[in-house]
């Protein structure tokens, strides 16, 4: 089975300055997605950026950026310039290639990320 | 448009009692996905409904059921409540694999 593990249970940055949360997963499996969901107060989940895992190159989300190290088993989340609204909870999230419905996320323990003005 | 819709959005109930929550998807989307996310935890999938039938399910027992209806809402039943149920229960719609989460309903078994 997939795990997600994220070390980090919280975090915090000076507004405007730039932010590395981390994400590491456990799998035998050789095409995945990779993702990173933020879930403010509201509670709803928010896709912040997706990755697939035969993709060499690193994915960009205008502020945000991923570091994907597939032999390390890493998944980073960059965010740049960092905005007061981008205090969250941050969920990194492993769906198998072979999940043809799309559904079966495993998320990991989530980063409480701290924006200071 | 709304996007994804749940009801109620807080509930209490006792122990071995049995609780509903709804769910209706966002406009177009023909598949809802049932996640549970205890305090402190990431959500973990329950089900997916698709045609109104269970396609994929979670680790999860026997006492969560659940329905979809022809307009593609869905009801996540659970059966005798044990205070570990008590969880943020989000549900997911989703069409051609773009889901999109609603904003859960927060159930606390007493």
């Known amino acids: 089975a997939q795990t997600v593990t994220q070390s980090q249970p919280e975090m915090s940055v000076q507004e405007a300055e730039t932010v590395t949360l981390s994400c590491t997963y456990d799998t035998s499996e050789s095409d995945y997605y990779l993702f990173w969901y933020k879930q403010p107060p509201s509670r709803q989940m928010i896709l912040v950026i997706r990755?697939?895992?035969?993709?060499?190159q690193n994915a960009t989300e205008n502020r945000f950026s991923v570091n994907f190290q597939k032999a390390a088993k890493s998944f980073s989340l960059k965010i740049s310039d960092s905005q007061l609204g981008d205090a969250a909870m941050y969920f990194c999230a492993y769906r198998s290639y072979r999940d043809n419905y799309g559904q079966n996320f495993v998320f990991g323990p989530g980063t409480r990320l701290s924006v200071l003005p | 448009d709304a996007g994804v819709t749940q009801s109620p959005t807080h509930l209490i109930k006792t122990r071995g009692q049995q609780v509903t929550l709804r769910c209706s998807p966002k406009?177009?989307?023909?598949?809802v996905s049932w996640y549970q996310q205890a305090l402190g935890q990431g959500p973990q999938f329950i089900f997916q409904y698709y045609e109104e039938e269970e396609r994929q399910r979670g680790n999860f027992p026997d006492r969560f059921s659940g329905h979809q209806f022809p307009n593609y809402s869905s009801e996540l039943n659970v059966n005798a409540l044990l205070l570990g149920d008590s969880a943020l229960y989000l549900c997911?719609?989703?069409?051609?694999?773009?889901?999109?989460f609603g904003s859960g309903t927060r159930l606390t078994v007493v």
């Open positions: 990755q697939e895992a035969y993709k060499q």
């Open positions: 997911a719609s989703s069409l051609r694999g773009s889901q999109l």
């Open positions: 406009s177009g989307h023909d598949t």
